[in-house]
């Protein structure tokens, strides 16, 4: 029998939170088969009947929002106020789909030849069948509703593959939908990395957050199969900081952006690129990091939690001991007790340095100085991410020069790295990013198929020959 798979709170590793024996591997395919019976009876429901459904869920997430958040915060350890916000997050989106099951699903277009076949030229939307979705526990609720809606409101059954620390959160997430769709058709599927594979291997269609050198390994997987895929991966996220940038505005948007929820976001910024004298920022961001409140994620004033494993709180202590082995030097205090780490702002560090360019997932950021906003454009672009870059400054005219050379898929003018809008296209560049985006009205793209049909017009029916003569 497979061992249980736990998910302990991080302030309270002692606290098992919730465990599961793992959907083995060969079970996955009988239930993609289940979902795929449920999917054609949902279809059937039509546009108004899916809507009905997700405002429901919407209906019901509002109504467990202190529960949802606090079992968020007991799970995977992220402060009160970031819980809060994101259950908010989610009933939007379920809102936000709820709608879009309106959506146009096509487009008319004009026939290429309309005197010799009049008739109609159209496309048309469909569900591709089973989603397979497989989702990181840092946003727990958030990031599944942001894939399971979409693929919900379009028609597609849903298996989902939760990250083993975020189990009861998707149990949550599930249970929103308790009654309001056909029996199978949302499946919340516990499990490790071969659960996840066999997840892949079943679906019609598959997105994934999660890490660079896992969502390579699906990306592959999913092409293999030749089913589409999305891959929402890393980031080394970089700020940009013009000369004429606010200094105390601008150092407490970075501290918080690069260390709330001890960084486990993958929007998070990783390096703060100053252009000119780094001194005065340098100043203002240590004073602005010492004065995030660090601690149990359930106080309200509280910014910095815990990691969410030793592994994760390893992986900083190693990073800032192979920063300083390679001349980088440490600004803030540091340390850990636990499984709560004290964030870490560094500089003097090479930018060639492997803790400079691949991103550590926990509260630690570097500075780095540069003369000119091309040489700023320069170093942003030098990692193998794309994912998000912040723009800091008062000129409007430099602000866009910098905006328009960096590479990567979303753009924050005076506004910090972190912050998702559900609406709009979410995904990045190079190694952040593979398939198309995530969120908005692209989300509806993605987990439909487009066909093409043209529709011509039968033949007149012959003219009787007493009526001819």
Not at 2 to 31: C, K, Y
Not at 303 to 331: K, M, N, S
Not at 438 to 446: I, K, P, R, S, V
């Given at each position: 029998?497979?061992?249980?798979?736990?998910?302990?709170?991080?302030?309270?590793?002692?606290?098992?939170?919730?465990?599961?024996?793992?959907?083995?591997?060969?079970?996955?395919?009988?239930?993609?088969a289940r979902a795929r019976v449920a999917q054609a009876a949902w279809r059937r429901e039509g546009p108004a009947g899916r809507a009905a459904a997700l405002r429901v869920a919407a209906e019901r997430m509002r109504a467990r929002a202190d529960a949802t958040a606090a079992l968020i915060v007991r799970e995977v350890g992220k402060p009160v106020a970031e819980a809060r916000a994101e259950v908010g997050r989610a009933a939007a989106i379920l809102d936000y789909y709820a709608q879009s099951c309106f959506a146009a699903t096509g487009d008319l277009l004009p026939p290429s030849l309309p005197a010799e076949q009049p008739?109609?030229?159209?496309?048309?939307?469909?569900?591709?069948?089973?989603?397979?979705?497989?989702?990181?526990?840092?946003?727990?609720?958030?990031?599944?509703?942001?894939?399971?809606?979409?693929?919900?409101?379009?028609?597609?059954?849903?298996?989902?593959?939760?990250?083993?620390?975020?189990?009861?959160?998707?149990?949550?997430?599930?249970?929103?939908?308790?009654?309001?769709?056909?029996?199978?058709?949302?499946?919340?599927?516990?499990?490790?990395?071969?659960?996840g594979q066999a997840v892949i291997d079943a679906a019609d269609v598959v997105s994934f957050t999660g890490s660079a050198a896992v969502g390579a390994e699906v990306a592959v997987a999913a092409a293999r199969a030749g089913v589409p895929v999305q891959a929402e991966m890393g980031g080394q996220n970089a700020a940009v900081v013009l000369p004429d940038a606010d200094l105390a505005a601008t150092a407490a948007m970075l501290a918080a952006a690069a260390m709330g929820y001890a960084g486990?976001?993958?929007?998070?910024?990783?390096?703060?690129?100053?252009?000119?004298?780094?001194?005065?920022?340098?100043?203002?961001?240590v004073a602005a990091v010492a004065a995030l409140p660090c601690g149990d994620p359930a106080r309200a004033d509280?910014?910095?939690?815990?990691?969410?494993?030793?592994?994760?709180?390893?992986?900083?202590?190693?990073?800032?001991?192979?920063?300083?082995?390679?001349?980088?030097?440490?600004?803030?205090?540091g340390g850990d007790t636990g499984l709560f780490v004290a964030p870490v702002l560094l500089d003097r560090l090479d930018p060639n340095h492997p803790v400079a360019r691949e991103e550590t997932f926990g509260p630690l950021a570097t500075i780095f100085a540069v003369p000119t906003p091309a040489a700023a454009v320069a170093l942003v672009n030098d990692v193998r991410y794309g994912l998000v870059t912040s723009v800091h400054g008062r000129d409007i005219g430099l602000l866009l020069e910098v905006a328009r050379g960096v590479d990567s898929g979303l753009i924050r003018v005076n506004a910090p790295t972190t912050g998702v809008d559900f609406h709009a296209p979410f995904g990045g560049e190079k190694a952040s990013s593979h398939g198309p985006r995530?969120?908005?009205?692209?989300?509806?793209?993605?987990?439909?198929?487009?066909?093409?049909?043209t529709l011509a017009a039968p033949p007149p029916p012959p003219v009787p020959a007493e009526e001819s003569a």
């Open positions: 029998m497979s061992e249980l798979i736990q998910s302990r709170s991080p302030q309270n590793p002692d606290d098992v939170v919730a465990e599961h024996a793992p959907v083995p591997p060969h079970r996955v395919a009988d239930l993609a008739g109609l030229l159209y496309t048309e939307r469909r569900p591709r069948g089973v989603a397979g979705l497989v989702t990181p526990w840092n946003f727990p609720v958030a990031i599944p509703l942001w894939k399971a809606a979409p693929a919900l409101a379009t028609g597609n059954a849903v298996l989902l593959k939760p990250s083993p620390e975020a189990l009861a959160c998707a149990e949550a997430v599930g249970r929103l939908f308790d009654g309001l769709l056909p029996d199978g058709l949302l499946q919340v599927l516990p499990g490790g990395a071969e659960t486990q976001k993958c929007t998070a910024t990783r390096r703060i690129v100053v252009v000119g004298d780094p001194a005065p920022l340098t100043e203002a961001l509280v910014t910095v939690g815990p990691v969410i494993t030793p592994v994760a709180r390893d992986r900083v202590r190693d990073a800032v001991e192979a920063a300083r082995a390679g001349g980088g030097r440490v600004l803030t205090p995530e969120q908005g009205t692209a989300a509806l793209d993605f987990y439909t198929s487009t066909r093409t049909v």
